[in-house]
């Protein structure tokens, strides 16, 4: 299973600023190692340059930051998964705990959109996490199988494994500066697995768990070899082609 370098640039970038990125990340990335896969997920309107960036570049992917749970209609500011598709992206998130906690979206509803992204055809990220108010009072499990089992309700059991991959980003490490350490991520990814298994039998093996939380230069080769880290999600640290060439290419 390769490793998922996924670079998610939130509310940042006009379309020059996106072209300009994306281009210097394929010059420093060169050959991508043939263990790893890239992915940016851009804002919607720069989805169309980096596209072009990345037409003759391997190994690079585009993903949609959110979508709306319906092939089309009446739902103004929202789009659809076809559209996505449409603009290049093979691969979407679900449940980024911004969408979570500033925007209000709850369980069911990171559902609905995990098991529509798949039904259309992308591969999806579902982002899971505690606060630290649920960390501190010991319920950092409690909330990921609460997570995961309303996330992935309506998934079908033989989905084929490398398209469904959890992103592991405890909320108080998302932009913060504070980097989970070695054991809690492991205990966390081991338990994510677990849950995996229970729900999807050895399908759940084969899925990637990637961790998110503000991953950097100088913090990803040791994430990365973690057991059970199949990859990264990567906020601040990926705005910079300089700083996230160097996390795709962390030894
Ligand atoms: C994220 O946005 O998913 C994230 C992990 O952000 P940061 O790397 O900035 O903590």
Not at 38 to 62: D, K, N
Not at 205 to 211: A, F, L, V
Request: hydrophobic share 45%; with cysteine; proline share 4%.
């Amino acid at each position: 299973m390769k490793k998922l370098m996924a670079a998610n640039w939130k509310m940042f970038k006009t379309v020059s600023e996106a072209l300009e990125t994306a281009e210097e990340l394929v010059r420093l990335c060169g050959d991508v190692p043939a263990d790893r896969e890239v992915l940016v997920i851009p804002p919607f309107t720069a989805m169309t340059a980096v596209a072009g960036a990345f037409e003759h570049a391997g190994s690079f992917f585009l993903g949609g930051q959110n979508f709306y749970p319906e092939l089309e209609g009446a739902f103004t500011g929202e789009i659809s998964p076809v559209m996505l598709k449409d603009a290049c992206c093979s691969y979407a998130l679900a449940g980024h705990s911004e969408r979570r906690h500033v925007l209000g979206e709850d369980d069911a509803t990171v559902g609905r959109k995990t098991a529509f992204g798949l039904e259309q055809g992308l591969s999806m990220i579902l982002c899971v996490g505690e606060l630290i108010e649920e960390r501190r009072a010991g319920k950092v499990e409690e909330v990921l199988r609460r997570q995961l089992q309303v996330g992935l309700a309506d998934v079908p059991r033989d989905v084929l494994p490398e398209r469904l991959s959890v992103a592991y980003e405890p909320v108080w490490a998302i932009g913060t500066g504070e980097v989970a350490g070695p054991e809690e991520i492991v205990q966390a990814h081991d338990f994510v697995r677990s849950v995996l298994v229970e729900i999807f039998g050895v399908n759940g093996n084969e899925m990637r768990i990637q961790y998110g939380g503000s991953v950097k230069p100088g913090n990803a080769s040791d994430i990365i070899s973690l057991d059970n880290v199949d990859g990264v999600l990567v906020g601040g640290a990926s705005l910079k082609a300089d700083s996230f060439s160097q996390i795709v290419l962390a030894g």
